[in-house]
């Protein structure tokens, strides 16, 4: 790629977002109270799998206040159906109303709507609202879903099973009934919830006057719900404004559209006032999309000296209720057999997947999105593997890395790692863990009766994808590109816009850092604003770690265009080559001849000031917009270390140290991307020790508020040990790489492996996340520990 030369890109630059959110300057969607504001509650189903046999809204209409009560029949006829098509082979579409016509797949979905003055006559007007419900059998358990006889969600395709996947690589039964070594295992990976710091909610206006809606909502994808909505609701899509201003945590489940947002634009048009609905907690961990939920039963083989020669694999993977737009519910089961191969050379390679619906909220994307799994499993089957030959496992590791003269290097799924630091990573990890000497240590502490365990963990990742495979596979719209509007205002400021929507992540600071470098400004002059699609140009939003790529890139060609058109301006004015003229801080100048330049306003201002001022048939105006695609995206990879021990009393498992080494790419800004790597770890941890969405045998949420559904707070983590590679990427702009998932992806594989090495001794394996005391004391039954 063209020469990025660096100022501010790499610096340790304090997020300017910060003060804002901290003060409680922050505007995110509910402190957003337009006049004539009404409020929305909804009527949510008690069973898992019902008949609507008879719903009276009458007595809640009858109420003083209450402005509308909608049922599922009476909103179709305003919009239309979800439908999350695919592309792919084996892949069923269902419906997905906004609310619940002719039956309910999962406790929790809408069935009507309230709309009223205040939340709390919404609320109240529920209780007024007859239902008559016809229980129908419960499917709560994705293997016996599939069973033929298994009662159906969605008749109309005539099987929960909704979509089947298989990639091959060579002959891989042959590979591993030849192979001299063979480890193989049951993983199993339980439902998640993203636990935001802000719960779902939106607000929704429409202007009779001149046709326009707008939708405030605290999602991630802002420019994919315009486009959308303006499909559902037959509307132009120049009349249809998203707005994504602050929002409180996204994690991938943010990322889709809800029925609460589609419902909410359909009756403010109806009612021409705007109407707001906000979740609280328990109705959060109800209906937003869950993740995981997998099982994997998986096979490796190796010859002798350690050399993989095979993988083989059956994933089955509980997508709930219904497929979400726009990611389908192919996003995880398909990603897992996609990436199970890792960063290993696998020769001979088959992984087959299916996704079948159950009564529980659909699964959607979470920070990793399949990798978490595949990490688990390819991990947790290397350290089987090493423990079989009696090798140590970073070794084994090390053997079978794809080497770096083999980048580009094609998957057997097809994937196409531009560049990775594997084996960089895995040393430079040993050195900061004094590898050596921590195992000493756990010597030392298994002779005094201890139960401590070191595990690793290496992964790579997609990010930054292009246009030349969908994020989600067989998805039918284009996330491949983003863009970027820059504008110099006539005092010399700049403002840029893009359709990407932080939801924590630092894009106001780091964008601004990547805009001031190319336009060749000062940080301090740079305003950034994102998340509205009537301000930046198209695009979707934030997922997929792609908004340092896409963005950072679509930045890079802008500011250059701009500082391409100063230059000129500049020489114009200077009478000078536009070739001999550099920019930095805000000035041009001369090189060489400092003294002889002039201040970048003064070039906004001739900008503006009309052709007299201007190179011969240069249009006036200082602004432009780009795209940018980097087509296949770019690999991050990274190697985690945990040191962890099991309490041999209680089953607790405490970590002693976790180290991170990871590599993705040129950093923008080393504070942020510290607090991403820190952040996914410790939602990793979460995954690895305490998290699961529990449902009992009728479709039940058992784990709905924060004292069922556990996650790790700062008294339950350490402080996490960040070590950086810097390798550009050779394939994208800028040099970027994205690691927004990175810490949750390789953070549950370390710990599982951690504690599989504590238990060792035992012959304990772990093959089940989270690792509970209760999980511990089970697999402690039959042996000598417990008697």
Known sequence: MEQFT??????????????????????????????GLLYAAFLRSPYAHARIVRLDPAAARSLAGVATVMTGEELARLVKPVRAGSNMRDYKTTSWPPLAVGKVRHVGEAVAVVVAESRYLAEDALEQIDVDYEPLPTVADAQAASEPQAALLHEEVGTNVLLTRQFAQGEVDAAIAGAEVRVRERFRFHRHAAICMENRGCLAEYHAGTGALTLRSATQCPGLLRDVLADLLDLPEHCVRVVAADVGGGFGAKSSLYPEELTLCAITRLLARPVKWISDRREDLLTSTQAWDEVVEAELALRADGTIVGLRAEVTTDIGAYSIYPWTATVEPVQTISFLPGPYRVPHYRGRTRGVATCKAPLGPYRGVGRPITTFVMEGLMD??????????????????????????????????????????????????????????????????????????????????????PVSPGMPISTGTEAAFIRVDPS????????????????????????????????QDVRVICGDTAVAPHGTGTYASRSAVLAGGAAILAGRALREKTLQIAGHLLETNPADLDIQDGRIFVRGKLERGIPFREIARAAYGGLRRLPKDMEPGLEVTRFYDPYYGTASSATHVAVVEVDRETYEVKIHRYVVVEDCGRIINPLIVEGQVRGGVAQGIGAALYEEVVYDEEGQLLTGTLMDYLVPTAAELIPIEVHHLETPSPTTLGGFRGMGEGGTIGAPAAIANAVSDALSPLGIEITELPITPERLFRLMRGTNELS
């Open 6 to 35: 660096p100022k501010l890109v790499g610096a340790r630059v304090k997020r300017r977002e910060d003060r804002r959110l901290l003060t409680g300057q922050g505007a995110y969607t509910d402190d957003h109270r337009p006049s």
């Open 384 to 469: 089987r593997a090493a423990r079989r030959l009696g090798m140590d496992p970073v070794e084994l590791r090390l053997r079978n890395y794809i080497r770096e003269e083999e980048f580009p290097y094609k998957t057997p799924s097809g994937i196409v790692w531009d560049q990775a630091s594997l084996t960089a990573c895995m040393h430079k990890a040993r050195e900061a863990l004094d590898y050596e000497a921590t195992r000493q240590w756990q010597r030392q502490a298994r002779e005094e009766g201890r139960w401590v365990g070191i595990g690793f963990a290496t992964y790579i990742e997609l990010t930054g994808v292009g246009s030349a495979i």
């Open 492 to 523: 010399g400021t700049v403002t840029a816009a893009f359709s990407v929507a932080p939801q924590g992540q630092g894009h106001e600071t780091a964008l601004a850092q990547v805009v001031a470098d190319a336009l060749g400004v000062s940080f």
